[in-house]
Structures are given as C-alpha cells and as structure tokens.
C-alpha cells in the first residue's frame, strides 16, 4: 500500500502519528480509529490488534427526573448511560467504565472488531425526603462492528466508513433494578474524513445510532436515537506525542416509555483535548479529556491502551529518488 501523503522532507512518521490523535480527541477507543501509522489506520490484513479502555467521569445534575439519563463516552460515537432516580433535586456520580476490545483485519481496507463495557457507579442523590447513595458495579453491553476505507487521501480528503449493532445491550428503565437483555436492538452507522496539512490533520466524524422498541417490566421502552457530530484538530509535536483538540455535538430525541416522551429533545456540546504516546512498536497509549460546554455539566477523562498482536506488519518506506 503507497502512502504519498506527507510532503517532500517531512518525516512521514510525525506526520502520521497525528491520525491518532484526530481520534483520541474524541474519546478513547473511537470508532473509526484513526491510529498511529497510515498502514495501521485499519488492522493489517490477517493480524489483531488488542485494546483496553479506562474512563471516569463525574456528572452532576439538578432537577432530575426519570427520563434524563446520564451518558458517559466509552468511544467516538458511542456511550452508556446510567438511569436516573425519579424527582431528584440533585445528582452528583462518579462513574468507571472498562471497555475492553478487539480487532481484525479482514482484508487491506476492511476491519472487524468488537467491544464491550463493564462500568461501576457511585451516586449521591439529594431530594425532598432526604439524601441516599448506592453503588452499582455491572455489564453493559458488547458491540460488533466493520470499518472500512473508501477513499485514500490524495487529492480529495481520505474516507472511512463503519456500522456497529449491539450483540448484546443492557436496558433499563428509571432504576437499576429495571433491566433486561437485548440483541440486535440497536445499531449505528457513520463515517470519518480527514485531511493532512503538514503537520496539522483536519478531521471530522458524523454518525446515527437508531434504537428498536423493547420491553421491560411489561412496558414498551424504546431508547432516544441520537445524531453525533464531532469536528477535530491535531498537531503532532514530535515523532512520539501527538496534541489534539475538538468539538463534540449531539443531538439526542427522548427516550419514549409506552409511547409517551420521557423529556424534552436534548443538544449538547463538548470540548476534547487528546495526547497520543507512542510507547512501544506494538504499543500506544492516548489519553482524553471531555468538558461539557453546553448541556448537563460534568467531565470526563480516558485512556486506551492499543497493542498489536502477533507478528508486526512489514513497513514500507517510500522509494527515494535519484537525482541525476
């Protein structure tokens, strides 16, 4: 595969190590994962790469009532949420989510890939009959899904696709004891597209997550679908570091309870800041930081670590020319 996109005399390793970044910024395991070399944007063809992701997030909210869930980030357009008591006047979690995973390349522009999410919470809840705390450690979910490269970067902007379903997603009403299993209920599909400007890369990610009706507890409930835009900026500052930063927009319709919405649409906007490590040849460490700029307050942190599997892919180095 020949990569022409880096300018003549810069070293295509520190420019290459900003697609990572374009990714971190977003979150820590995104989907689409821009990473840290061009021949390593999708898994090699026939290998594995491994990931393990760790974020944490404080949120507090007023007000709350059944209907507003909280959402916490575990990859560039998906999220968990975490179910809300009914008629609480304040809201304070600490939440922990793993998020382990991994991946294969199925062919040279094509990769597979799953995740699931672990998550443990610690909430304080103050209301008019006083104040309460609980502490729930459980699955969330697994997801499978394709990223595949449609467009090389050259004259026109590189283009990925990818598509993701929910093999297996914990629902829930408005309390943890609310909850059933389910496949296939939920799904979403999107894209990402960058440019490389020496040495800064412009990016951006758009995706849809649409949600099926299910039943819990003898009621319909059926999750509010979102759609997620997420504009983004890297720098790389050596062959090593990679900086980043970017915006985050979601538009989320409200979760619907038999057949009534269960609150008002919601839109929210983000700020990320990303750093990209190349610890190893088989290892690299990104880490995340997202504070909310509009929308219910709370921020959040993340890191993944991404190791290559197996035999490393050989590397191919651009023919130098000869000047006679």
């Not at 760790?54 to 949120?59: M, S």
């Not at 007023?62 to 990859?75: A, C, E, L, N």
């Not at 460490?285 to 599997?309: C, D, I, P, Q």
Request: hydrophobic share 40%; aromatic share 8%; glycine share 8%.
């Amino acid at each position: 595969m020949n990569h022409t996109f880096c300018s003549k005399g810069t070293p295509r390793h520190t420019i290459l190590l900003a697609l990572l970044c374009a990714a971190s910024a977003w979150s820590p395991s995104a989907l689409a994962d821009l990473p840290l070399t061009v021949e390593g944007m999708l898994t090699a063809q026939n290998r594995w790469r491994a990931e393990l992701g760790i974020n944490y997030a404080n949120i507090e909210q007023r007000g709350v009532s059944t209907g507003q869930p909280v959402s916490i980030q575990v990859s560039a357009t998906q999220f968990v949420n975490i179910p809300t008591q009914i008629g609480g006047a304040r809201f304070n979690s600490d939440t922990v989510v793993l998020s382990p995973g991994l991946r294969y390349g199925a062919s040279e522009n094509t990769e597979l890939y799953g995740r699931t999410s672990w998550l443990g919470d610690s909430t304080r809840i103050q209301g008019v009959s006083g104040t309460d705390s609980q502490y729930n450690s459980r699955f969330d979910s697994l997801w499978l899904g394709i990223n595949h490269k449609f467009i090389e970067e050259g004259e026109s902007p590189a283009l990925l696709g990818f598509a993701e379903i929910a093999a297996l997603e914990r629902s829930y009403l408005s309390s943890v004891a609310d909850a059933q299993d389910y496949s296939g209920r939920a799904g979403l599909i999107g894209a990402t597209t960058y440019r490389v400007i020496d040495p800064i890369v412009l990016s951006f990610t758009g995706a849809y997550r649409i949600n099926a009706p299910r039943s819990i507890n003898n009621q319909s409930y059926t999750p509010g679908n979102f759609l997620l835009l997420s504009p983004s900026l890297a720098f790389a500052v050596n062959s090593d570091i990679t900086l980043s930063a970017g915006l985050l927009w979601r538009n989320t319709r409200p979760d619907v309870i038999n057949g009534q919405d269960q609150s008002l649409l919601r839109t929210s906007t983000d700020f990320n800041l990303g750093l990209a490590w190349l610890w190893s040849e088989r290892s690299v460490l990104n880490f995340s930081s997202k504070a909310n700029l509009s929308g219910s307050g709370g921020a959040e942190l993340g890191m993944t670590w991404v190791y290559k599997l197996g035999d490393l892919p050989m590397h191919k180095h651009p023919v130098k020319e000869v000047t006679p």
